[in-house]
């Protein structure tokens, strides 16, 4: 369906047609239209014909039909192992997601393979597949997704669990491993979620731990030699376990104490104690996808995203994505501007994201900034940096943003006090931030963004009544400091609910109660008086599911099965969660949600995801945990080492500046 003009364009039109329709101005509209439906008689995916008749009546129906520009389309008769690559959230979702590109890329470089992609239909779709009897199928070819030889979850969000066992049910296949005796199809998982894989342990039959760019090709070809060789599963799967990176869930056994804890880990045939994660060494020889789809829709970040670099210097204790994807490797200036002109050029994108944990991080993005400069200035394309810090948001970064259109800037204190900073060692100041805020607001900026959490270990009501304070101080420094006071001033101020996650300082700490979380947030908003300024607040119940999934073990399979057999499929969206299903499922397996949620763990507890390593020691988490009781900031790892662990991974180094 055209959001502009209310046309479906039928399954297998032309992706850049398409993607024209959607997006230019109104004058040419009908001419592509004409031309789009043209090219889709001509060129038509083999699609059964029940499909087409339901497109018409679901939103959205370019969610579902392929066919963009830069899809990878190959010969069946080429190919020896087709790969089911899923996404369990919507198109719009998955296909923002650069990881996800990557791989898309990386697989089908590879010969005699071709990867296709799957994501979770919306729950109009959904029913539309049910009453008409057809399972899930792949954009690119429309083959039904259980016909795959592996058939693979991307997943960076434990709230998209059951989104991931409803497309398992879609396409025909048995939801527990144990079910699926064969070699195929096989059902792997990777993604951030995955350094705990114990909430679908029951579900998938191994797990791709850390980075896939060269972990998930191994695992292909040792796959391609098992059906050469007529292996069965378990023969494939003891093998597998010796790759670096590959987590068999099958292959360990776990104990519990009568307390409900975890009493052992026992590895079994060959199995590591420790799974150890892959990290990519070479930025400069990593996969980038600059010939990258295309969408035949709007999708979230509908851009060319650029990485920069991976990891993080900073050491935010409550930050798992810091610790798991350290160390920092930072790809040339000299290979981002190719990539980024390379990649705007063949896109027609006019929108450049430079991405990363902490974007301002990278060393020489000044001077990338001036070299993309005319390139963007002549070809018309804004350049964004997300991830900006406070504490080095300069008037000549400012400068440089302000070639493109001034969106609103968006800025992460996490706390209201400089004591709960440094507690959960954000090592931002006030005096940071408020000369951020006068840099932006003396360049013309009269929107700006500020998030923080509510929840953190040690916060007290002093520092949740800072948040307050900090966003009243935003107001006073604009009307200070404004150069353009005409168009007046929007602070928009963003609360969550704090998830204690694994391979994090706090992974041992509980969360608040649900009670005391509405308590603060009603707190908060009471003490926000200020006009200009806007309050937002997390859905508490949908976060206090996320720590209970988080930090899961096992015997969360029961519960996510009977959850999904009760309704729960789209549960990262708020609009579709139920806590209550959720509840009554725990209720009825004979678990409590808050035995996992929040319940402080002591440092000799077995942790669930104590078979994982991410180079990160837990003796160094714990050192942080303790720092973080008293309020005491460790620098970042530019400016000294602080022995965490990650400079044992082989190969690579820890940031030196």
């Known amino acids: 369906m055209c959001p502009s003009l209310g046309v479906f364009v039928p399954a297998g039109s032309s992706g850049r047609l398409f993607v024209i329709l959607a997006c230019h101005s109104a004058e040419n509209r009908l001419e592509y239209l004409h031309r789009a439906t043209d090219a ?56 923002s997601n650069l990881g996800f590109r990557i791989l898309y890329g990386v697989l089908n470089d590879m010969p005699g393979v071709w990867c296709e992609r799957a994501f979770a239909p919306w729950t109009d779709m959904e ?98 030699k098992a059906r050469w060789e007529n292996w069965d599963k378990p023969r494939f799967l003891r093998a597998a376990a010796e790759i670096q990176g590959v987590y068999v869930p099958s292959l360990y056994d776990i104990s519990y104490r009568e307390d409900g804890t975890i009493a052992a880990i026992t590895p079994r045939d060959g199995a590591p104690e420790k799974v150890v994660k892959r990290v990519v060494h070479d930025m400069d020889r990593s996969y980038y996808p600059v010939r990258t789809i295309v969408p035949s829709t709007e999708i979230v970040h509908d ?40 990649a705007i050029r063949d896109s027609g994108y006019q929108e450049m994201t430079l991405s990363s944990l902490s974007t301002s991080d990278y060393p020489e993005l000044v001077g990338l900034c001036d070299d993309l400069e005319a390139f963007c200035g002549k070809n018309h394309v804004n350049l964004s940096l997300p991830s900006l810090r406070a504490d080095n948001f300069s008037m000549e970064l400012m400068q440089r943003l302000q070639r493109g259109r001034k969106a609103g800037l968006t800025f992460a204190p996490e706390a209201g006090t400089q004591r709960l900073r440094d507690a959960i060692n954000k090592n931002v100041t006030e005096e940071e931030l408020t000369e951020s805020l006068k840099t932006a607001f003396s360049g013309g900026w009269s929107a700006v963004k500020l998030y923080f959490m509510l929840g953190l270990p040690t916060e007290t009501d002093e520092d949740v009544l800072g948040i307050a304070e900090m966003a009243n101080h935003a107001v006073h420094t604009w009307r200070e400091h404004a150069s353009n006071k005409n168009r007046g001033l929007r602070v928009t101020v963003s609360t969550s609910w704090f998830v204690p996650k694994p391979f994090t300082a706090f992974q041992w700490e509980p969360q608040i109660s649900r009670a005391e979380y509405e ?83 002591s440092r000799e507890e077995i942790l669930p ?14 050192r942080q945990r303790e720092l973080a009781h008293r309020s005491a900031a460790t620098p970042d790892c530019r400016t000294q080492c602080s022995g965490c662990g990650a400079s044992a991974v082989e190969g690579g180094e820890c940031y030196h500046g």
């Open 303 to 342: 851009r060319v995203t650029l990485e920069v670099f991976r990891g993080c210097i900073r050491g935010c204790r409550f930050c798992q994505a810091g610790y798991v994807y350290r160390p920092v490797r930072c790809r040339s200036r000299e290979q981002l501007a190719e990539y980024a002109q390379a």
């Open 609 to 622: 995801w104590s078979m994982i390593s991410c180079y990160v020691s837990d003796d160094y988490l714990w």
């Open 127 to 224: 029913e539309e597949l049910r009453k008409n009897g057809i399972p899930l199928f792949a954009l690119e070819s429309g083959d039904p997704v259980g016909e795959f030889d592996i058939v693979a979850f991307s997943v960076g969000y434990e709230m998209a669990y059951t989104a991931m066992l409803n497309m398992l049910d879609l396409s025909g296949l048995p939801l527990r491993a144990e079910d699926r005796p064969e070699l195929r199809p096989l059902v792997i998982a990777g993604g951030t979620a995955m350094y705990n894989a114990e909430p679908v342990a029951d579900f998938i039959d191994l797990a791709l731990i850390g980075e896939g760019e060269e972990l998930l090709p191994e695992v292909v070809e040792l796959y391609r």
């Open 519 to 601: 308590r603060r947030v009603k707190l908060l908003r009471e003490a926000i008086t200020a006009k200009a300024v806007t309050y937002n607040w997390h859905d508490g119940d949908t976060s206090f599911l996320e720590a209970v999934l988080a930090r899961g073990d096992r015997r969360l399979g029961k519960v996510l099965e009977r959850a999904f057999r009760k309704g729960a499929k789209l549960d990262a969206w708020s609009d579709r969660f139920d806590l209550n299903r959720w509840l009554e499922a725990f209720a009825e397996c004979g678990l409590d949600p808050e035995f996992y949620a929040c319940r402080e763990r």
């Open 40 to 95: 889709a008689r001509k060129r038509r995916m083999t699609v059964d014909k029940r499909l087409e008749r339901i497109l018409p009546r679901v939103q959205k129906p370019a969610r579902y039909v392929g066919g963009e520009y830069n899809e990878v389309k190959k010969d069946k008769s080429e190919v020896d192992l087709r790969f089911a690559f899923c996404f369990p959230d919507t198109y719009e979702i998955g296909m």
